[in-house]
């Protein structure tokens, strides 16, 4: 036998999941012999804090509440029969819904169906969805989707150009859980106004995802929206795809959304198992706290050797960094938690950042995504007896081996094929690791107070232009320094005020300086 001591190794360190076509890879992970030994009580701790959160443990003490996406796919570990229910009714609404509008029973008004589907959310409430599209859907979907998930004009207007005379066939789903979001609101005004403009009725063209009882849950009752889904306080934005957040899309899309959950499911069901060396996520976690010395030392560089998954290094951004970008520990000291996530996909980002990966900084590990399965039917030769499939696996085996060659760790997850049922098993793998990963490090990944603090500053700033905007209207002429003493505030901050009115107001100018303090702004009524 074999004593190649990468090939022992790899036998040693690889878990398989046979039925579900899955493995792990850690081999090219770099721990200390007794690492797994010194970590044990803490692995088992995590399994216990898993369980618990599983069991509808207050996982949010911000919002006194629980985190529930492990029922979303498995009701039956609901903690009561009526939010096993209500996980069923939900799903079996979004279902007849879409049938519905497939079969043109649920119309808009001009038109003998709906053809396109705008997506209006941000954050967890978009990344989802558009993971779901960009993995999952073919090219003639029963629904062309489109997304307003920002709050930027110019990206709200190169949408409605591509959706073009379409927008009379377009079904309007807005997601947010309070209603009060305010890109999200923002993309929704939008939306009504584009309707308006094409003499449209928009409440007719309207689908709310949102809270019960919340701001939009109640403007879309008021207005006569076609239809309101409810968006449980248990699910949060990060967590959701498998919530109506991302079933609703997903369904009037076509998904096969019985095999999503059943994988997310199976992967759950897998990951639950005590042998810490045949559970998958939290071998991950375990790897992800060696790799960064437990104190996010290495940033996370996700590869994906396939197309339809270039898009989930932007969704792990969020569920990794929202989850485990923490201040405080449990105990309340001061610990600067996180792990930085970044990538695109193989093998193209081989002819971007792999140069400074194997040659550069040694400040990351790389997590490679490897489907099995190249293409659906017969493939050209490229080459004699070779394929550009060939290729691609050529690429990630010859990328993993080289930055090993030069010492930089990293991880390969194996998928046979890709379709709802895997990408359901990744999501839930991740979604599982970053769960143990928080108990291994002692932090809560189920609350996210820095994005409540930029919002609140965001607010402030927007409480600024207005003030600086009826300064100026009733001052003729300001400095930044002047408006700022005027109105007590930072002369820099007020200056962004006014720089941004000279390019986004028809009555604001300005006469620049050798500096901005000496840029002179006024308003001209003409």
Known sequence: MSTHPHWTNYQQRLIRYPELGFSLDTSRMSWAEDFLEQMRPAAEGALGAMKDLEQGAIANP????????????????????????????????????AAAVHAGEVAPPTAKRFRNLLLVGIGGSALGPQLVVDALVGIDPPVRTYFFDNTDPDGIDRVLAQIGDGLGETLTVVVSKSGG??????????????????????????????????????MAEAQGWIKRFPMADWVGGRTSVMSTVGLVPATLQGVDVDAFLAGAAAMDERTRGTDIEANAALML??????????????????????????????????????????????DGNRVHQGIAVYGN????????????????????????????????????????????????QGFLRGTREALSQSGRQSV???????????????????????????????????????????????????????????????????????????????????????????????????????????????????
């Open 285 to 330: 976690a375990l790897a992800w706290h060696a790799a960064g010395d437990g104190r996010g030392a290495r940033d996370m560089v996700v590869l994906p050797y396939k197309d339809r998954l270039v898009l989930l290094s932007k969704y792990l951004q969020q569920l990794v960094m929202e989850s485990l970008g923490k201040e405080h520990d449990l």
């Open 62 to 97: 911000d919002e006194d509440r629980m985190v529930g996406h492990y029922w979303l796919r498995n009701p039956s570990l609901a903690p009561t029969a009526e939010l096993k229910e209500s996980i069923e009714t939900d799903l079996a609404a979004a279902k007849e819904f």
């Open 412 to 526: 390969t997850i194996t998928v046979e094929q890709l379709g709802a049922r895997e990408l359901g098993m990744l999501i839930a793998l991740f979604e599982r690791a970053v769960g143990f990963y928080a108990s291994l490090v002692r932090i809560n990944a189920y609350h996210q107070p820095g994005v409540e603090a930029g919002k609140k500053a965001a607010e402030e700033f927007l409480r600024l232009l207005d003030q600086v905007h009826e300064h100026l209207k009733t001052g003729g002429e300001v400095v930044a320094d002047q408006a700022a003493a005027a109105l007590e505030a930072d002369p820099e901050a007020v200056y962004h005020c006014l720089n941004h009115m000279t390019f986004n107001h028809p009555s604001v100018a300005v006469r620049r300086g050798r500096n901005p303090a000496a840029d002179v702004f006024h308003w001209s009524a003409d």
């Open 345 to 392: 996909k193989g093998s193209t980002d081989q002819h971007a950042y792999v140069q400074q990966l194997r040659d550069g900084i040694d400040n990351f590990f790389a997590t490679f995504i490897e489907v099995l399965t190249a293409r659906e039917g017969e493939s050209i030769e490229v080459d004699p007896g070779t394929g550009s499939g060939d290729y691609l």
């Open 181 to 218: 979001t305010k890109e999200t609101r923002n993309g929704m005004l939008e939306a009504a106004a584009a309707y308006g403009a094409a003499g449209l009725e928009f409440a007719a063209h309207a689908v709310a995802v949102t809270g019960p009882g919340s701001q939009l849950d109640r």
